[in-house]
């Protein structure tokens, strides 16, 4: 093969492999995209995502889409994330547990569920089926209302993430709800010490 002929062949293959890489972009664009939600600013934090239409109770809603690390990537991540979170106090979390082997970083553009909120009077949930993450409704949600689900935050570092749900129901904190009762009871123990 001549040496312009291997030029053109290099160039016809590099431009393969970029049609087929935007191929799987869009594919994955069109995956995080829902006609039951879409992305708007929020009332809760930054950016959140509504419902485009009215939800019947346990309806898939959305997926949760993200790049699968093992548990070694993900712990370095999660320190990597809370120092950043230390320096700018920007503390997004983006890390989904799926299995004592994997998790689901959806830190990437194509994952708009990763801009739901937390509150703590959520309507959705999350729910692993095989290895893939996907938002359900808890109840019924009307067109209009913010998404929501419980981020599960460990009470320990409760102090670092106020709550601004602004529900009826809400703790004050970003904590998960099976973790309440002690949370309330370190509040109560804090302000028993500021009263004395
Ligand atoms: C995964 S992001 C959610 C999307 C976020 N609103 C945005 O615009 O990037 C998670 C971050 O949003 C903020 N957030 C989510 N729910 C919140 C809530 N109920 N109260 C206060 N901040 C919240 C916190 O900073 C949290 O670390
Ligand atoms: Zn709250």
Same mark, same amino acid.
């Given at each position: %093969?001549?040496?312009?002929?291997?030029?053109?062949?290099?160039?016809?293959?590099? =431009?393969? /492999? %970029?049609?087929? =890489?935007?191929?799987? %972009?869009?594919?994955m664009?069109?995956?995080? @995209?829902?006609?039951? &939600?879409?992305?708007r600013?929020? $009332?809760?934090?930054?950016?959140?995502?509504?419902?485009? *239409?009215?939800?019947?109770?346990?309806?898939?809603?959305?997926?949760?889409?993200?790049?699968?690390?093992?548990?070694?990537?993900?712990?370095?991540?999660?320190?990597?994330?809370?120092a950043?979170?230390?320096?700018?106090? +920007?503390?997004?979390?983006?890390?989904f547990?799926?299995?004592?082997k994997?998790?689901?970083?959806?830190?990437?553009?194509?994952?708009?569920?990763? =801009?739901?909120?937390?509150?703590? +009077?959520?309507?959705?949930? *999350?729910?692993?089926?095989?290895?893939?993450?996907?938002?359900?409704?808890?109840? /019924?949600?009307?067109k209009?209302?913010? =998404?929501?689900?419980d981020?599960?935050f460990?009470?320990?570092?409760?102090?670092?993430?106020? &709550?601004?749900?602004?529900?009826?129901?809400?703790?004050?904190?970003?904590?998960? @709800?099976? @973790?309440?009762?002690?949370l309330? $009871?370190?509040?109560?123990?804090?302000?028993e010490?500021?009263?004395?």
């Amino acid at each position: %093969m001549s040496k312009k002929s291997k030029k053109k062949e290099k160039r016809y293959n590099h =431009l393969k /492999e %970029m049609a087929k =890489l935007t191929r799987l %972009m869009k594919e994955m664009y069109e995956r995080g @995209q829902s006609e039951l &939600c879409e992305v708007r600013n929020s $009332e809760i934090h930054g950016r959140g995502v509504y419902a485009a *239409a009215d939800i019947p109770k346990e309806t898939k809603v959305i997926e949760y889409l993200g790049e699968y690390i093992d548990k070694d990537e993900s712990e370095e991540r999660a320190w990597a994330q809370a120092a950043k979170a230390e320096e700018s106090g +920007d503390a997004a979390v983006y890390i989904f547990t799926l299995d004592d082997k994997w998790d689901i970083d959806g830190n990437v553009p194509w994952n708009d569920a990763r =801009l739901i909120n937390h509150s703590c +009077d959520p309507n959705c949930e *999350a729910w692993i089926e095989e290895d893939e993450i996907f938002i359900y409704s808890l109840r /019924e949600i009307k067109k209009g209302e913010e =998404l929501t689900f419980d981020y599960g935050f460990d009470v320990d570092c409760y102090e670092d993430h106020p &709550c601004r749900c602004g529900s009826d129901k809400c703790i004050g904190y970003i904590v998960s @709800q099976e @973790q309440w009762s002690e949370l309330k $009871e370190r509040i109560s123990k804090l302000e028993e010490k500021v009263e004395n």
